[in-house]
């Protein structure tokens, strides 16, 4: 039969015949661009944020079912859903049909708040519902690793899905005991938080909120399990036709490539032989990266998906044999059903259980349900994590070639496929049929091994699988075979009796290919399993594995050890298996092989709620645009409909850290198809600048001072093709010396700012020294962090009459957007107008690193006289938009025998990137921060703002004060342990009081970080659980425990005086309704919801009378950037006058009017007496503005405060950490709505997290020679870790500190946007707790460096031990970081 030409699916329901498919487009470019259908988003483009997850579902005439799956669209080809149905968020409910369940529960449950991620997330918990008849919590939770949200920190996601688990009961009970419980004890005594009532200054009701309750509550209203809840919008069918549908040959040609999917080997073998450089594609994980990422280009495509052999799963001959384009969950499914069916008995099934451990850290949920075991084979990646279990379990691949009209096989041991760096033995016309999997005999023990640097969907440092036969050996044979070796303390004795048969180790991420560990392999061959055997075998593992720092990846000290660490854990687990699970290993010792466990996290929160029935403030009113968000119809920048005649825009950048440029040559890009122009430095018709300072150009005209400045831009008709072309202008420099960290740029002097750095100071640091007990030094170096907004920086520039531009972007800063407009354009401002509707995110990186690319797109738009668009991809946003300054501080403290602090002197240097946007500000903020809590009574902070050749540094959540306050608790921390002092204690005792003053000479009015302390450590069960820890370290070797208890203060106020000012638009309608615009923008930080429930309060409305459709220059002019988290201070200040205006107006007509007449009537009235209906609010913050030459002025218009108790676990073996709770009590003033502030404290803490624990950017210095000079290694979510769903603590408790209104702001509130982020420094000094309980073990006392952040490779290496000391790290070895 003649093959198909056009591919034939249904989307939401609806039939699509598609004649014109591109094999190289993505679904999700289809489901996008060709459909318009815009609620699946693009975040990353690489499978690793989940943004583009929809569901794919497909009809199994064998089992009569219909199979869904998650998929990420950005990786799927779209002619791979040839016979499928495809459902989008748009597909499963909408505000206008009515919503999903799914959708209404994340909404509900306050789970959205920039709403970027959500739509993949509705989809991800959708699918899982669909696929899962009964699913679980624990279910639930694992069905999201592979979504991000950069907002939420998850909880209020989870608690949304919980409601649909069918074990509901379980965590019910188990919570509610526990609540119980707690009620129980706090009515005997402690009535403080848990009293309903009305509350002092603040008339409010005490709520406190579980996700138990949660869950009761809603099953209660019969909403709950999944078989119950009852979807409110139709319910899409899976299309009958597709039940009948009969797979055919396809042949898809495009105009770049052809796409084949045969049905048959035959077939297959067919089209390899006539297309030897055809190019098999199963799930595209592998192929897609190459495609989208390094332009590779396949004309011939090759599915083999449909061929049975390929898809095979079955036991034959003692092996499992595994079809090559099975996808991996297919494999999960069926092994698992191998294991648990007792088709294989116990001791067969060491092989099965290895692919199965291997698979639950592998990918993610989409990624396994698309990727397959041959894909992952004939990759070779050296840090495949299969194939270490397939080289130590001794696979067989199966391989089939044309050969004389034939099927022609061949076997070959999987040891011998793995040639060279990604050089496999696959000849030409091959294809991998199969994998055959040996099944486990008796004495034949197999264990996988994998540390990334997060456990959910992450590719692995080092991964590893092994295997020993052993047998019974004689006495006297074990004897002769004895081994000589360095004692290692801590490796335990075996059971007796055995000789190791057979032994293979399989490595990734220790090799250029997939390896084993040979000479280890052939020491360990022959001799007994002994304690010594083991000893001189993980030495032996460094000689097989000579890692130097230069090898790519880097942490070669790290590898090592991780190699022999696990090479230990194989040892105990063996060892205790054989022993039966008796006493052969030492219980302390058996925690090398303690399983990683999750129980089902839960949550509480306590806050007080404005009992008025008629005030909207202080209720937990939900984010305003919330179910435009679930149903994917909130509009983000690139989802608006493409405007007449828009192009699409790509930048050159460039490629060198500092340089000359010596020629641009467009010419090979300007030919390409559907190019319209390149424009750089001399096409800037205004000035080519851009910044505050003059010190930026728009285009580099000159010289490039880092890797991903702009040179210029490409515009073309589609983004793609702009993206190739920029690729293709051909750049010449000549390259100059680049400074690339803090270290380089001290010891050449260059620094940015004020030359001689700045001070802030009070008292006699030097007398102070010469008076106390003791003085300790030392540094602190603090990693920077990429922001991760989900939706990266995208503008799009409108060009009208007579010069104006209209510039629609993803800012925080749309003022500043149109100085930097015009300026570019030669324009007056009054002529550009930027209009914010919403952001996927900001968190200070849209702060002003946004402006640039904004005008980038508006120079390209004058040009061409056309509307351009700019879309960052997510690996260049992330080398080119700049990060949170990594800082270095070294401080001298000086304290009494009591643990009084006494002076600090501290001098903190930034990583300021080459330019100085905000670096300064930033860097005024670390030094204002330098006292953190603490009243000392002589300070001195020195700080230098260090110029490099890297991009930019920009602000960040907390600008600067993070780092700063990290560099002032190591100072504390130092002070504790050099003590010998609990770290608590200390911190207690040293607490500024009320009325002190801050060394820049700030009184501390209304302080209550005494409360919050007290509350904190009491609502923790700080006392108890501390000797629980102590308890469980001295009864576990290699894990280990900590707690910790960390207070914050923050400063509220932008320290650049000017901006502390804010302004309001308020029109009321006729019909009563108000739309409201103010200076601030949305970034999901639901400042526009606060806005209306202030406007509603004033003017005594309901909510959904007042609407905010956008932020607009045009509205209201000069705003300050939405940052430092003053926009709900200075804008709901500004909204709330101008709504008092109107109210002022209208009240003498109130006045004549029957009490209680309606609003509308109201309004109605005053229009036709022709009252004015529309307000101007402005307003500017007094007392604010410290001047750094004078040293007054207040720093900041007041303080918030904020304490965490953070308790962690760490495998001392590995580095691998779990926060198993957090309690944090953090003062917010009167919440102008607590369930927005809540989800502020859970976001920025858990964005601390990352920061302090998990986030690592790696740059290419002389620390890092694997990567060229100025790169950014870590560009996309693949390589760069945020904390995902598996991170968040088991339990985590957030309580408002009660009766501490803020006389400062608005309805008596407090910021909230960055105080909290610093509380999960609290997560960091737990694990240094942790590791410092591991070195004791190891006669290690007494203070010790840790560096930010605590990374498991930063774990692992401060915890020295005898296995570190065997593959020769030195014991003061300090891992390297990018500062
Ligand atoms: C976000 C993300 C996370 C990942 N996480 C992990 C991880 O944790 N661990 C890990 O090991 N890997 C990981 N990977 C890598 C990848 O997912 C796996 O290697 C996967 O198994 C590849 O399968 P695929 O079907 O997608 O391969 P494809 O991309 O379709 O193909 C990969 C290569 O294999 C070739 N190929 C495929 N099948 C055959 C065959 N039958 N015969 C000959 N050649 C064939 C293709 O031509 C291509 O060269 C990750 C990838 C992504 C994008
Ligand atoms: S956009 Fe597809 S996973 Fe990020
Ligand atoms: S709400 Fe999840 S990324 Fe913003």
Redesign the pocket.
């Known amino acids: 039969m003649a093959a198909r030409k056009e591919i034939e699916f249904y989307l939401n329901g609806k039939r699509i015949v598609e004649g014109a498919a591109q094999p190289e487009m993505t679904l999700l470019d289809y489901i996008r661009t060709e459909v318009g259908l815009t609620g699946t988003k693009l975040g990353c483009g690489?499978?690793?944020c989940g943004a583009c997850t929809v569901m794919v579902s497909q009809y199994d005439k064998a089992t009569k079912k219909v199979h869904h799956r998650s998929v990420n669209a950005c990786?799927a080809p779209l002619c791979s859903v040839d016979g499928m149905h495809v459902v989008t968020v748009e597909g499963i409910g909408s505000t206008q049909s009515g919503l999903h369940p799914v959708q209404e529960k994340i909404a509900d449950f306050h789970g959205s708040q920039c709403g970027f991620c959500t739509p993949g997330i509705v989809m991800a918990l959708y699918t899982h519902l669909k696929k899962t008849p009964n699913p679980t919590t624990h279910g639930l939770e694992e069905a999201f690793d592979g979504n991000l949200c950069r907002c939420t920190g998850y909880r209020p996601i989870l608690d949304a899905a919980k409601t649909f688990a069918s074990d509901w009961k379980e965590c019910q009970e188990e919570s509610s005991e526990k609540e119980e419980k707690k009620a129980e004890a706090t009515q005997k005594g402690n009535h403080e938080f848990w009293e309903q009532g009305p509350l002092a200054g603040f008339d409010g009701v005490e709520v406190s909120s579980s996700t138990a309750s949660k869950v009761r509550s809603d099953v209660s209203k019969g909403q709950c399990c999944g078989k119950k809840a009852k979807a409110k919008a139709p319910e899409v069918p899976f299309p009958e036709a597709l039940q009948k549908y009969q797979p055919q040959t396809l042949e898809i040609k495009g105009a770049r490539a052809t796409w084949h999917r045969p049905l048959t080997l035959m077939e297959l073998v067919k089209i390899a032989a006539a297309h030897p450089g055809a190019?098999?594609?199963?799930?595209?994980?592998?192929?897609?990266?190459e495609a989208r990422f390094k332009f590779c280009n396949y004309p011939v495509l090759v599915s083999?998906t449909m061929v049975p052999e390929?898809n095979a799963l079955s036991l034959e001959k003692g092996a499992i044999s595994l079809g090559?384009?099975a996808p991996?969950t297919r494999i999960r499914e069926y092994l698992t059903g191998l294991v648990a069916s007792g088709k294989i008995s116990e001791k067969q099934s060491g092989s099965a259980v290895a692919v199965l451990d291997q698979l639950r850290?592998?990918?993610?949920t989409q990624?396994r349900n698309?990727?397959?075991?041959?894909?992952?084979v004939?990759?070779a990646?050296p840090?495949?994590?299969?194939c270490p279990v397939l080289l130590s379990c001794n696979a067989t691949l199966t391989f089939a070639r044309l050969e004389e009209g034939k099927v022609l096989t061949r076997d070959l041991p999987v040891s011998k496929f793995f040639l060279d760096y990604r050089r496999v033995d696959?000849r030409k016309g091959?294809?991998?049929?199969k994998v055959a999997l040996p099944v486990t005999s008796e004495l034949e023990f197999v264990k996988a091994y994998k540390q990334a640097r997060r456990r959910e969907?992450?590719?692995?440092i080092v991964t590893s699988c092994m295997r020993v036969v052993l047998s019974r050996g004689d006495a006297a044979n074990e004897a002769k075979e004895k081994v000589e070796s360095s004692k290692i303390a801590d490796v335990v004795a075996a059971p007796s009796g055995y000789v190791i048969k057979e032994a293979m180790l399989g490595f990734g991420g220790v090799w250029k290919t997939p390896t084993r560990a040979s000479k280890t392999e052939k020491l360990l061959t022959g001799k007994p399993w002994s304690k010594e055997t083991i000893q001189a075998a993980i030495s032996e593992l460094a000689v097989d594995f000579p890692l130097n720092p230069n090898t790519p990846g880097g942490m070669s000290e790290y590898r090592k050890t991780l190699c022999a660490s696990f090479l230990y854990k194989f040892y105990i687990h063996v060892s205790h298996a054989l022993a039966g699970g008796t006493s052969a290993v030492p219980a302390s010792h058996l925690s090398a092989i303690t399983q990683f466990h999750r129980p089902a996290s839960k949550g509480q929160q306590n806050f007080q709620v404005n009992p008025s029935q008629r005030q909207a403030i202080g209720k937990p009113v939900s984010h305003r645009s919330a179910y435009l968000q679930v149903a994917g119809e909130a509009e983000y920048i690139d989802d608006l409909a493409p405007k007449h005649k828009m192009l699409f825009s790509a930048l050159v950048l460039s490629t060198v850290p500092h340089g000359d440029i010596v020629k641009v040559d467009a010419k090979a890009a300007l030919a390409m198809p559907g190019v319209h122009g390149y424009f750089g430095a001399e096409d800037v018709k205004g000035h080519n600048q851009v910044g505050h300072w003059g010190d930026e150009e728009l285009f580099a005209s000159k010289t490039v001072h880092c890797v991903g400045q702009p040179i210029g831009i490409v515009v073309a008709d589609t983004h793609r093709q702009a993206v190739e072309a920029a690729k293709a202008v051909k750049v010449d420099y000549k390259q100059k010396p680049a400074l690339l960290n803090i270290e380089d740029a001290v010891r050449a002097g260059s620094f940015l700012g004020e030359q001689e750095g700045y001070t802030l100071e009070r008292g006699d640091t030097k007398a102070g020294f010469a008076k106390c007990d003791h003085v300790v030094e030392g540094e602190m170096r603090v990693g920077g962090q990429e922001h991760f907004y989900l939706e990266t920086q995208a503008s799009e520039c409108i060009p009208g009459e007579n010069g104006e531009m209209t510039v629609i972007a993803s800012t925080q800063n749309p003022n500043t957007t149109i100085e930097a407009v015009a300026e570019n354009l030669g324009v007056s401002v009054h002529k550009v107008v930027c209009k914010v509707k919403r952001m996927g995110g900001g968190f200070g990186g849209k702060e002003t690193r946004s402006v640039n690319y904004s005008a980038a797109a508006a120079v390209a738009a004058g040009a061409l006289n056309r509307p351009v668009r700019i879309v960052v991809e997510r690996n260049v946003d992330m080398a080119t938009s700049g990060q949170r300054h990594a800082f270095v501080g070294k401080y001298k403290v000086g304290f009494n025998q009591d643990g009084k602090l006494q002076a600090l002197d501290v001098t903190l240097y930034s990583n300021a990137g080459w330019c100085l946007d905000l670096s300064v500000p930033v860097m005024h903020r670390g030094l204002f921060h330098i006292d953190n809590v603490y009243w000392i009574p002589n300070i001195r902070a020195f700080g230098r703002v260090c110029k490099t050749n890297m991009p930019s540094h920009t602000a960040f959540r907390g600008f600067g004060g993070p780092q700063g306050l990290m560099v002032a608790e190591a100072a504390i921390d130092h002070v504790a342990r050099h003590l010998g002092m609990p770290g608590h204690e200390l911190r207690a005792m040293n607490l500024y009081g009320e009325g002190q003053k801050t060394h820049f000479n700030q009184v501390l009015t209304n302080n209550t970080i005494g409360r919050a302390w007290d509350q904190c450590k009491k609502r923790s069960g700080f006392d108890a659980r501390l000797q629980k820890v102590k308890a469980f370290n001295s009864a576990s070797r290699w894990r280990k425990r900590g707690i910790a208890l960390v207070p914050t203060k923050f400063g509220i106020a932008f320290t650049a005086k000017f901006m502390n000012q804010g302004g309001a638009l308020v029109h009321v309608y006729t019909d009563g309704s108000v739309l409201v615009t103010h200076g601030g923008t949305e970034m999901g930080q639901g400042l526009h919801t606060k806005m209306i429930q202030v406007a509603a309060g004033a003017l005594g409305v309901p909510i959904d009378m007042v609407h905010i459709a956008e932020t607009a220059t045009d509205k209201v002019p000069n705003t300050s950037p939405t940052a430092a988290s003053m926009s709900s201070d200075i804008n709901g200040m500004a909204v709330f006058r101008a709504c008092e205006k109107i109210a002022a107006r209208l009240k003498p007509l109130r006045d004549t009017l029957p009490k209680g007449t309606p609003w509308k009537e109201i309004v109605h009235k005053a229009y036709f007496e022709r009252i004015n209906l529309s307000a101007q609010g402005f307003y500017k913050v007094p007392d604010v503005g410290y001047d750094f030459k004078t040293k007054s002025g207040p720093g900041f218009s007041y303080f918030s405060f904020g304490v965490a108790c953070a308790e962690v676990e760490v495998d001392v073996l590995t580095g691998d950490h779990q926060i198993l709770r957090a309690d944090i009590v953090m003062d917010v003033g009167n919440s102008l709505n607590p369930a927005i502030d809540i989800g502020q404290i859970e976001g920025a803490f858990t964005q601390g997290m990352g920061l302090f624990t998990m986030e690592e950017l790696v740059w290419g210095d002389s620390d890092h020679k694997w990567i060229r000079p100025g790169n950014l290694f870590t560009q996309g979510p693949?390589a760069y870790k945020i904390p995902s769903f598996n991170d968040v603590p088991l339990d985590l408790r957030i309580s408002l500190l009660k009766n501490a209104p803020n006389p400062k702001a608005i309805h008596s509130s407090k910021a909230i946007g960055e105080p909290p982020l610093f509380l999960a420094a609290s997560v960091f000094y737990a694990i240094k707790n942790a590791v410092e309980a591991a070195r004791v073990d190891h006669g290690l006392k007494g203070a010790f460096p840790m560096d930010s952040p605590a990374t498991a490779e930063r774990i692992r290496m401060t915890c020295p031990d005898e296995i570190t000391k065997a593959v020769g790290v030195p014991s003061k070895f300090r891992p390297l970081g990018s500062w």
């Open positions: 690489e499978g690793g990786l190019k098999l594609v199963v799930g595209n994980t592998e192929v897609g990266i083999p390929l090559a384009a991996l850290w592998f990918s993610s990624i698309v990727g397959c075991l041959g894909g992952n004939v990759t990646s840090i495949s994590d299969l696959l091959e294809v991998l049929v969907d992450d590719i692995a693949g």
